[in-house]
C-alpha cells in the first residue's frame, strides 16, 4: 500500500519560509516525478513545482524565484522550501508522485491527504 504523507504546513507571518516534506511509504518503489500542487479556498487545484526523477525542475510563474523543490530518493521524500511568503501562497498544499509500486507493477499518480499552509499577519 503506497501512501503519500506530506508534513510542515502552519502558520506564518508574510516574509517567512516554510519547508514542506511528502514522504512516500512503501518497499520496492519505483518513484517518476513528483510535484506540489495547491488548491486555495473557492478556487481550483493548480500546480507549484515538479520535479522528475532525474531533478529536472519546473515551477509556477508564482513560484519562480521564492519556493524550491527538492527529493532525497534515498529516503523516498519531496521537499518545498518555500521562502519570502506571501498572503497570497495560503492554500492546502498537496504533493503528488507517478509510481510504480513494484517492478511489474503499472505507473500510476498518488496523492497526498494535504497539508495546510497559511500567511497572514
Known amino acids: 500500500q503506497v501512501q503519500l504523507v506530506e508534513s510542515g504546513g502552519g502558520l506564518v507571518q508574510p516574509g517567512e519560509s516554510l519547508r514542506l516534506s511528502c514522504a512516500a511509504s512503501g518497499s520496492r518503489l519505483s518513484i517518476n516525478a513528483m510535484g506540489w500542487y495547491r488548491q486555495a479556498a473557492g478556487k481550483q487545484r493548480e500546480l507549484v513545482a515538479i520535479?522528475?526523477?532525474?531533478?529536472?525542475?519546473t515551477y509556477a510563474d508564482s513560484a519562480k524565484g521564492r519556493f524550491t523543490i527538492s527529493r532525497d530518493n534515498a529516503k523516498n521524500t519531496m521537499y518545498l522550501q518555500m521562502n519570502s511568503l506571501k498572503p497570497e501562497d495560503t492554500a492546502v498544499y498537496y504533493c503528488?508522485?507517478?509510481?510504480?509500486?513494484?517492478?511489474?507493477?503499472?505507473?500510476?499518480?498518488?496523492w497526498g491527504q494535504g497539508t495546510q499552509v497559511t500567511v497572514s499577519s
Open positions: 503528488t508522485a507517478a509510481i510504480r509500486p513494484c517492478s511489474s507493477c503499472a505507473l500510476r499518480d498518488y
Open positions: 520535479i522528475t526523477s532525474r531533478d529536472s525542475t
